[in-house]
């Protein structure tokens, strides 16, 4: 995956997975941050997981950054299973990538 994704996200997002919603994050929300994502950062696999884990860094429409974490299948397609406000790490690579 890119380092950025882009507005042609929103086809690439199958589903969002009912775990992703567990921190309160809208659906709305969570397919405008990962949509206007400005990094993209593959993560570590996990056995129980098949595909590639990515983490999404982007803002809300409301410009609250929110981390969104999803497998991406072989065809790039997204299910988001992961949401929540962006955590401190994520938040440096966040804050360069976007030139703040």
């Known amino acids: 995956m890119s380092d950025t994704i882009g507005s042609g996200a929103a086809g690439w997002i199958k589903e969002i997975q009912p775990t992703a919603r567990a921190h309160g994050i809208s659906d709305a929300c969570i397919r405008y941050a ?3 994502a400005v990094k993209t950062i593959d993560l570590p696999s996990h056995p129980t997981i098949k595909g590639t884990i990515v983490a999404l860094l982007g803002a ?8 969104i974490i999803a497998r991406e299948d072989r065809s ?4 988001i299973f992961h949401a929540d406000s962006m955590r401190a790490s ?4 966040y804050r360069e990538s976007a030139g703040f």
Do not use: V
């Open 34 to 36: 990962a949509t206007h």
């Open 60 to 67: 809300d429409d409301n410009g609250i950054p929110l981390e």
């Open 76 to 79: 790039g397609g997204l299910s």
């Open 90 to 93: 994520f938040l440096r690579l």
